[in-house]
C-alpha cells in the first residue's frame, strides 16, 4: 500500500484541525469582546450625553435654545437626555418630537450572560429600534443618566467590529496553523513517513541487508521509535537468515536420518550376534549396546516424525525414575570434555529407589543426558540428581560443579545456535531439553549458576509424577 497522497496525509489533517482550533479560540475570544465593545459604546454615549446635560446649569435661568439643544443632542447621537443628579435636579434636553421608546436598557442590573445576550441580539436585528439607556454617569457614579437614541448606529458599529475581528482571526488563524504545521510536520509528520516508508519496505523485503532508514540520534520518543524499529528489523533478519539455515538443516538431517536409521539396523542386527559370545564382558555389555542402538533407531524415528509435523512426540508411561538417572549417569561417565580430554564424573543419585514418575523414558533419558553431558563438558567433577515434590508439582534437581555459565549463555540459554556456553557448540541440547520437557507439561528453568556450580529444574505436573 503506498502512502496517502498530501491531500488525505496526516499533514493536511494536521494544518486543517490547527485552523479549525485557532478559529475556535478566536470565536470563544471574541464573545464576550463584542459584549464589552457594545458596553462600551453605550457608556461613552451616557458619558457625552453627561457633558452636554451640564450645559444646562451653565445657561441663564437652567434654559438653552433650541438651536444650542439640537447641536448638542446631534453631538451625543440621541433623541433626549436626562441628568438626574443627587440633590434631585433634573437636566433634560430632548428634541421637538422625541419618537417612541421601543426598548429600556438598564445597564445597572446588567450581567454579563445579559451583556452577551443583547449584544447578539443586537447584531442579529434588522431593523432600527429607539432604545433607552439607563446607568450610572461614567464621569460620576453618583449621577444617573437616561439616554435615548437609536439602536441602528450601534448595530452598525458591531458589525464593523466583527468584520475587523474576523478578518484578525482569519489572518492569526493561518499564521498560527503555519506556524504549527511546519513545526509538527518536521518534528513528527516527516519522521513517522520515514518510519512507514521504512516498515513498508521491510515488508517488501525483510531479507534485505541495507537498512531502509538510519535512526537519528534524537533522543525523544521519535527517537526511541526509530532505534527500536531499527533493531527490531536487525533482529528479524537474523532470525530470517536463521530459519533459512534451520530449514535447511532439517533437509539435511531428514536425509541422514533415512540413512542412518539402515545403519543402526544393521548394527543392532549384528549386536544380536554378541549375545552369543562365550566372553563374560562381552556378554556384560551386549545388552545395554543393543539398547543404546534401539535408542538411537527410536529418536531418529522421532526426529523423522517432528520434521515432518513439527511436534514433538512423547509416549508418557511409569518408570522408576531412580533407574534411569543411574543409566543416564553410566551413559554420560566417559564423555570428553570440551577440551577433547576424557574425564571421570562422579555421579550422586539422590532420586529414592522406586520413586516413578509418568513420562516418556526416552525422552526423559535425553534430558538427563543432554544436562550432564553439558555439565561434563563445562569441566564438573560431580552431577547430582534430585527430586522435590511439591504438591501439584514434582522438579527434578540437576546440580553440578562446573565453574558456572558466562553471561551471553545466560541471555540465550535456550535459544538454539545462539545459548551454547563453550566455543564451537550449538546450544542444541538445552533447546531440545527444554522442549521435551514442555512437551510433557513441565518446563526447564535455570535455578542458579555460580562458581561454585550449576542447578537445573525440570519440572513436571503433577499428573506427570507419581
Known amino acids: 500500500m503506498p502512502l496517502p497522497p498530501l491531500a488525505r496525509s496526516l499533514s493536511a489533517k494536521l494544518l486543517v484541525l490547527t485552523v479549525l482550533f485557532v478559529m475556535l479560540a478566536e470565536v470563544l475570544i471574541f464573545t464576550p469582546s463584542i459584549a464589552r465593545f457594545r458596553l462600551a459604546f453605550l457608556q461613552e454615549r451616557l458619558a457625552a450625553a453627561h457633558i452636554a446635560a451640564l450645559s444646562v446649569d451653565a445657561a441663564p435661568d437652567r434654559m438653552v435654545t433650541r438651536r444650542l439643544e439640537a447641536t448638542l443632542l446631534d453631538h451625543v447621537g440621541a433623541h433626549a437626555i436626562a441628568l438626574v443628579q443627587p440633590n434631585s435636579c433634573v437636566n433634560m434636553l430632548s428634541s421637538r418630537m422625541p419618537p417612541m421608546v421601543d426598548a429600556v436598557m438598564d445597564l445597572r442590573e446588567a450581567t454579563t450572560a445579559s451583556l452577551i445576550t443583547d449584544a447578539f441580539a443586537t447584531m442579529a436585528r434588522a431593523g432600527n429600534r429607539v432604545v433607552k439607556v439607563v446607568d450610572h454617569s461614567p464621569k460620576d457614579p453618583a449621577v444617573t443618566v437616561e439616554v435615548t437614541m437609536d439602536e441602528r448606529p450601534l448595530a452598525m458599529a458591531m458589525h464593523e467590529f466583527a468584520g475587523r475581528i474576523l478578518a484578525l482571526s482569519i489572518a492569526i488563524s493561518l499564521i498560527t496553523a503555519g506556524l504549527v504545521f511546519v513545526t509538527l510536520n518536521g518534528m513528527f509528520v516527516r519522521p513517522l513517513r520515514r518510519l512507514t516508508a521504512a516498515m513498508m519496505a521491510f515488508r517488501r523485503d525483510p531479507e534485505s541487508a541495507v537498512p531502509a532508514f538510519s535512526a537519528a540520534g534524537r533522543r525523544d520518543e521519535i527517537g526511541i521509535a526509530q532505534r527500536e524499529l531499527a533493531e527490531m528489523q536487525a533482529a528479524l533478519r537474523t532470525a530470517l537468515r536463521q530459519r533459512e539455515r534451520l530449514a535447511a538443516l532439517g533437509t539435511a538431517v531428514t536425509k541422514i536420518n533415512h540413512d ?17 559370545s562365550t566372553d563374560p564382558e562381552v556378554r556384560r555389555v551386549t545388552p545395554r549396546l543393543v539398547g543404546a542402538i534401539d535408542r538411537a533407531v527410536a529418536l531418529c524415528g522421532q526426529t523423522l516424525s517432528y520434521t515432518r509435523d513439527g511436534v514433538l512426540p512423547v509416549a508418557p508411561a511409569p518408570l522408576d525414575l531412580h533407574a534411569l538417572v543411574a543409566e543416564a549417569a553410566e551413559e554420560v561417565a566417559h564423555s570428553l570434555r570440551s577440551d577433547g580430554v576424557r574425564v571421570e564424573t562422579r555421579w550422586v543419585n539422590r532420586v529414592p529407589e522406586g520413586f516413578r514418575v509418568t513420562a516418556d523414558r526416552d525422552q526423559l ?62 546450544g542444541l541440547g538445552l533447546s531440545i531439553a527444554r522442549e521435551i520437557a514442555r512437551a510433557h507439561g513441565g518446563d526447564l528453568t535455570l535455578v542458579e549458576s555460580t562458581a561454585a556450580g550449576t542447578t537445573f529444574a525440570l519440572d513436571l505436573p503433577a499428573n506427570s509424577a507419581h
Do not use: K, Y
Not at 542412518?260 to 552369543?276: C, D, K, P, Q
Open 365 to 426: 533419558a535425553r534430558v538427563l543426558t543432554n544436562l550432564g553431558r553439558n555439565a561434563v563438558q563445562a569441566g564438573a567433577g560431580a552431577v547430582t540428581v534430585a527430586v522435590e515434590p511439591n504438591g501439584a508439582r514434582v522438579a527434578i534437581l540437576v546440580t553440578d560443579t562446573g565453574p558456572g555459565l558466562p553471561p551471553r549463555a545466560r541471555e540465550n540459554l535456550f535459544q538454539p545456535f545462539t545459548g551454547s556456553a563453550r566455543a564451537g557448540g550449538t
Open 260 to 276: 542412518l536409521r539402515g545403519i543402526l539396523a544393521t548394527a543392532s542386527l549384528l549386536s544380536e550376534h554378541l549375545a552369543a
